[in-house]
Each structure stands twice: as structure tokens, then as C-alpha cells.
């Protein structure tokens, strides 16, 4: 079953956005490479200056275990945290 985590959170000001973003560059590229990893991306919104976009695709439980143990992401202080975890059975084309 694919894991799908998916949502966003935001910073403390809009100025922190980019540079929160930019700290997680090597996580997400460390995460594309991983085992399992269908597709990561934490990314700046396009219409809100405080909120950073996050998705995760994970081709199964297992994997996504495999890669917390390791991923060691950057700290930071976010607020209005909204990210949940999805179960998908399987993917068609939009």
C-alpha cells in the first residue's frame, strides 16, 4: 500500500519561508534517493508568503520506517502544522 503524506505548515514570518525551505534541500534530495521513495518535495507556496508546502509518496510502510531512521532533517519551529498520512491502494492519471 502506497503512503502518501501530504500538506503544510507555515513559518513564524513570511521573511523565514525561503530560507526554512532552503534547509531541507538536502533532506528532500537525500529522500529522493532513498529505497521506497516515489516522490518528496517541501517547497515555498505560490500564494502565501509564511506556508511551505509538503508531499511525500512512499511505496510502503516499511519503506517509510527505513527512512525516518535515517533522514535527520533540519530544526525548526513551524506553526499551523497540517500534515496528515494517506494510505492509497494504487495510482491512475489524473
Known sequence: ?????????????????????????????????????IDMSISADTVDADRVNVIECWRDELALKAWRKV?????????GVAVQLYHADDGESP
Open 71 to 79: 533522514a535527520k532533517g533540519p530544526r525548526i519551529s513551524p506553526k
Open 1 to 37: 500500500m502506497v503512503l502518501i503524506i501530504a500538506g503544510h505548515w507555515r513559518t513564524r514570518t513570511a521573511g523565514d519561508r525561503d530560507s526554512a525551505v532552503a534547509a531541507f534541500r538536502d533532506m528532500v534530495a537525500r529522500g529522493r534517493q532513498q529505497d521506497g521513495c
